[in-house]
């Protein structure tokens, strides 16, 4: 299938660090991004500011993208430090990624209309070149898509995000999610991004 390739780094706490870094000079067909998290996306999942220097620096020595996330302010607040250390230079955007309405257990932000505007007006402040992709977990990912994109944004969606429709039934396919998505995108006049588009984006 003719799409752009990304892949996750975050680490589960049985692996090291090292294995994270040492991935993208053995694989045999490197992705065209990989996304970094400066704090846990989820409680139980390790994620610092240092280690993504780290991971930058394997991912710039393989030359794959890297696709950092931000998810609440104190994160926004690393990747500036990151930014300003001429780390995220080859970024070809930030991923805005925000938790369940009534998540508590990461640190991610809830995935309000009114978390995901102040965020993309932080980010915005803070690393102002860089596209935004926004998404949302759970219940939350269709009210994060319909906002950031109607806030001009780019969005995303899938599994790793939701298993269900904005209706609350069963989702059997990616296919699905990405067909509402693409039919929010045509309510604000916007066409989803063909491969080649998506390249373009990527360098």
């Known amino acids: 299938v003719d799409v752009p390739i990304s892949i996750s780094t975050q680490r589960a706490r049985q692996t090291s660090l090292g294995t994270v870094t040492a991935l993208f ?13 400066v704090r846990p996306p989820e409680a139980e999942l390790p994620a610092h500011r240092e280690e993504a220097r780290q991971i930058i620096a394997a991912l710039d020595a393989a030359d794959v993208r890297p696709a950092p996330v931000a998810g609440s302010l104190d994160a926004l607040g690393d990747l500036e430090v990151l930014y300003n250390d001429s780390l995220l230079g080859r970024a070809p955007f930030v991923m805005l990624t925000l938790g369940a309405a009534t998540s508590e257990s990461s640190d991610l932000a809830a995935g309000t209309p009114q978390n995901v505007l102040r965020l993309i007006d932080a980010i915005r402040s803070v690393l102002a070149r860089p596209p935004i992709v926004a998404s949302g977990r ?3 990912s269709p009210i994060v898509q319909a906002v950031a ?16 429709l904005p209706d609350g039934s069963p989702a059997t396919s990616n296919a ?6 693409v039919r929010l995108g045509a309510t604000l006049g916007r066409a989803p991004m063909p491969p080649d588009e998506a390249r373009r984006l990527l360098r």
Do not use: K, N, W, Y
């Not at 994109?149 to 269900?164: L, M, P, S």
């Open 25 to 37: 000079s053995v694989l045999r067909d490197l992705p065209d991004l990989a996304s970094i998290h």
């Open 138 to 140: 759970d219940a939350a």
């Open 149 to 164: 994109a109607a806030a001009g944004e780019h969005i995303r969606v899938g599994f790793e995000d939701t298993v269900t």
């Open 176 to 181: 699905q999610l990405v067909e509402h998505a």
